[in-house]
């Protein structure tokens, strides 16, 4: 039951600049993962939505991120949209679909990009499906989704051979899972997908999502018999299709099993990026040789062509600063994640510190909403746009982490050179101002100190040296390799070979 928790878990003048910046972006992509109905309410009912989303692009900008993910939009009973009961409408919680465009369309108009998280592997009983084909054999969707029975009376079970999710607020949701085999299906979800590329189809992207996050991808779907070999029946000609309804559109895949380097996924799904999960874990493990080997694997042998996305915490993870509280040591992730290589995706409120961990709250989806909170943006803890939707519902509120006058706010954060939020700000500056550390190529920097992690970012003439001290006392180290430092852009001036570092200091340096 434990794991439930986890997983519920542009006018023709101006074609070309939206083109292009629809395309690929000129500096390094950092995306920003938002729990949008805990992000900024607009209308003052709580709930975070797209409207208030749109209100903060400014912070986004001025953060530093290209890019916006998403959780899923359709509507849909549980807080986290993950099981729909329509593919095809925006949760009302979230606003409109008028709403939605009038986001995707000031997201392209700053040059940045936007993503949908989709899961349309599982339907709940309000889904159209579900009601037309439960014992109605002639049912158009009687094949639609799968049943443990030949009358159909008995829709199968869905992830972990549950047959319904406890919603925080009590509300008990049925869900079964979708006949991916079905070649209408895949039919439909061509047209959802792209739908979303291109709602009024005119062949311009400017008020289309850039691409898509597939929640839960398998090849054998939660082993179900029926639901085999889908990276080719379904995965790889959906993706094929949309790749022909936009070429620039992207696909991130999350590896269902949280360990996979994505290989798989790439070479006969076709995704386009993957999730650096074992990376994450060893960026926040401090262990050097962790590093080394999963950096190697998942960034210097991603395929050319593919990319990782890499991240610290996601919607399914405890928060980093309620793990580590050592301020130290959150900047040296920081600065890990951002500075490594690969796409950074930085979840909402990571930035600021913002806390929580899973609980244990019985069988109900609340035990996610300490990892969903919302975001933090007054001293106080209160004030326009806090997006409390589940304030006053459950010990996920009662023992909550959000609280006033502790130094986790944008308030109090924005005004500080020395917090958090302005490390982060600094770390993207410098990231998308050098071009090796925007997009350039992953190479272990070998150095003599074990506490001392070093790599190098190249591409072209341009390479940085980033030095990271894992350790909680000065250490100084000697370079193995050729390069030279001679300029410092972050942290300690440093001789030719040799390098000093205090406690948890990073170190970042062009090199020739
Ligand atoms: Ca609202
Ligand atoms: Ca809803
Ligand atoms: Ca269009
Ligand atoms: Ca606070």
Redesign the pocket.
Known sequence: MKYLIFLLL?TASLTGWAQQSLSKPQKGEVIYHVCQRSFYDSNGDTQGDLNGLRQKLDYLQELGVTSILLMPLYDADCYHNYFANDFEKIDAEFGTMADYIKLVKDVHRRGMKIYLDMETQYVTSKHRWWKEAVGNLKSPYSDYILFDDAAHQQPTTMIFNLRELISYDGTVIPITTVNLRNPDVLTYNVGLFSYFL???????????ADGFRLDHAMDNLDEKPALTNLFATFWKPLVTRLKQVNPAMTIVAEQANWNDVGTDYFERAGVDRMFGFGLQRAMLSFNKQQLINKADSILRLCPQGKDQLIFLENHDIDRFASLEKDGRKQRVAAALQLLIGGIPAIYYGQEIGMQGRNGSFGNTDGNDIPRRQAFDWYKSGEGPGMAVWYKNTGQWWAQSTLKPNDGISVAEQLASPTSLLSYYKKLIALKQSNPALATGRYENADNTNASIYGFYRTTGASRVLVLVNLSDQPQQTTLTGRSRPYKTLLGPAIGLQRARLAPYEVGVWEVR
């Open positions: 542009f291109d709602p009024n189809k005119d062949g311009n992207f400017d008020d289309g």
